[in-house]
């Protein structure tokens, strides 16, 4: 590294230990405390900052500078996963340890390493000035790991935030995301008759009637989804779970299932529910037996290449690297799915590998960190400009 590589690397060391030290593991996911110590860094700088929370204790920030449109977003989810069995890490997984080039520690890649290079970043942009058209907005977002509503989600709501181009921190290894499956997470219950396990046609079974309707979504919607592509991308269905019945001697009269489908990015929620409603609907069961409802439901998206941020982007990314970024095919859901209809520009950009996320000794390569946040201080400047 360079010196001034060397500085940055300092700063984003000492930024990611600092969020590390402080747990917004999800349950509970609270994020005030988070919040709380990197607003005092946003205020430092000059940012008008706010703390929106409409459900204790899962706060969110928001971190503005300059004014009006263009309004370039940066977002990164501040809430992680829990630690697991402590035994399984080989450092204080509250600790930011360094070894051979990593740093190790809970949500260190997922997505406090994004997030400590935004920390930096606004830095430089007030450093700078700040912007010289529009306005730049930082967002450290709770809920995310659960898939909830009181993050990112509460704030587009509100209109807290109102982005033309929206870069999330997601671990892309500094590639880049531009398209993303929608979710939807579906609750089928079915009901019936109890009676004694000693006299089954005495009852009527739920958790049969739950197999014959799952048996006809697997063979009829199952190979309709698998047809249907968009690039690398599949629409899909899983079953993942099931629940009925209290004791093997007494015939079963509620049965629950839920079912996670991922939806091309064109593929609308509301369709998706009324595919499978029309399903289920043809199994021919009695009225009134089978009740579905609708758990999780956010569009995908898909941005343009050559759009003028992402475009931006993928410019600046190669006159970093010397070589254009790979375009990833994304298997999670991101937070920019919930502006998927809103015609703005949505692409996930940060350092780490998402292979690694959601485990024991989890990490981030300090030089993945160094080389974002020049390639971001560049776009800024590309898209934007600087005051000085």
Not at 4 to 22: F, G, M, N, V, Y
Not at 107 to 133: D, F, I, M, T, Y
Not at 338 to 343: I, S, T
Request: charged share 20%.
């Amino acid at each position: 590294m360079s010196g001034a590589e060397r500085s940055i690397a300092d700063s984003l060391h000492a930024l990611l230990a600092e969020l590390i030290a402080i747990p917004s593991t999800t349950p509970p996911g609270d994020t005030r405390t988070i919040c709380e110590a990197a607003g005092e860094h946003f205020r430092a700088a000059g940012y008008e900052v706010s703390m929106p929370m409409r459900t204790p204790p899962i706060a969110n920030l928001v971190a503005r500078l300059g004014e009006g449109s263009p309004c370039v977003v940066f977002n990164s989810h501040i809430d992680t996963v829990g630690t697991g069995d402590r035994a399984a890490w080989r450092t204080d997984p509250f600790a930011a340890t360094m070894e051979d080039g990593r740093i190790y520690g809970l949500g260190a890649n997922n997505c406090k390493g994004s997030a400590a290079v935004h920390l930096w970043l606004a830095g430089e942009v007030a450093r700078r000035g700040g912007p010289a058209q529009g306005s730049v907005v930082f967002v450290l977002a709770g809920d995310e790991e659960r898939l909830g509503p009181e993050g990112t989600a509460y704030l587009r709501e509100e209109g807290l935030i109102e982005p033309d181009a929206l870069v999330l921190g997601s671990p892309t290894e500094n590639h880049i995301i531009v398209e993303e499956r929608g979710i939807l997470w579906l609750e089928i219950e079915t009901t019936g008759r109890a009676a004694h396990g000693g006299d089954p046609p005495a009852g009527d079974n739920a958790i049969l009637r739950m197999m014959r309707l799952l048996e006809r979504l697997q063979t009829e919607l199952g190979p309709r989804l698998a047809a249907r592509h968009s690039g690398e991308k599949v629409s899909t269905m899983n079953i993942g779970t099931l629940h009925g019945g209290e004791n093997p001697n007494v015939v079963p009269d509620r049965c629950t299932a839920r079912i996670d489908r991922r939806l091309l990015p064109d593929e609308p929620v509301e369709a998706a529910v009324a595919e499978m409603e029309a399903v289920l609907a043809g199994v021919g069961e009695p009225a009134g037996s089978c009740t579905v409802r609708r758990l999780v439901g956010t569009n995908g998206f898909s941005a343009p290449l050559d759009g003028p941020f992402v475009g931006a982007l993928l410019t600046t990314i190669e006159d970093h690297r010397g070589r254009p970024p790979e375009v990833l095919n994304a298997l999670a859901a991101s937070d920019g799915r919930f502006f998927a209809r809103d015609g703005i520009e949505i692409v996930n950009f940060g350092p780490g590998d998402g292979a690694v996320s959601h485990a024991a000794n989890e990490f981030i390569p300090l030089a993945e960190m160094v080389d974002a946040a020049i390639i971001l201080h560049a776009f800024i400047e590309r898209t934007l400009g600087f005051r000085n």
